[in-house]
């Protein structure tokens, strides 16, 4: 699939270049509900299970909505 590529591509870079991990920065509108926010989710967990597989020091961070009531129409799911 498209999204396994992008994290093998991904996690390649991470190696190469000899970074600390991946920031997920998306900052899209992404309605409450939406198919979007599994589809995001389930990228930001194959990266981490990938990075994770080589070795536990790699990090995943995400940024999120500075509001939890999806005041500015980015409402990820966050569990």
């Given at each position: 699939?498209v999204?396994?590529?992008?994290?093998?591509?991904?996690?390649?870079?991470?190696?190469?270049?000899?970074?600390?991990?991946?920031?997920?920065?998306?900052?899209?509108?992404?309605?409450?509900?939406?198919?979007?926010?599994?589809?995001?989710?389930?990228?930001?967990?194959?990266?981490?299970?990938?990075?994770?597989?080589?070795?536990?020091?790699?990090?995943?961070?995400?940024?999120?909505?500075?509001?939890?009531?999806?005041?500015?129409?980015?409402?990820?799911?966050?569990?």
């Amino acid at each position: 699939s498209v999204r396994s590529a992008w994290v093998e591509t991904s996690v390649a870079a991470v190696q190469r270049a000899h970074m600390d991990g991946v920031v997920f920065d998306w900052e899209a509108p992404c309605p409450v509900g939406s198919p979007l926010q599994y589809y995001y989710t389930l990228l930001i967990s194959e990266t981490r299970q990938a990075l994770m597989k080589i070795s536990p020091s790699y990090q995943i961070t995400t940024c999120v909505a500075w509001s939890p009531d999806d005041i500015d129409g980015r409402g990820y799911n966050m569990t």
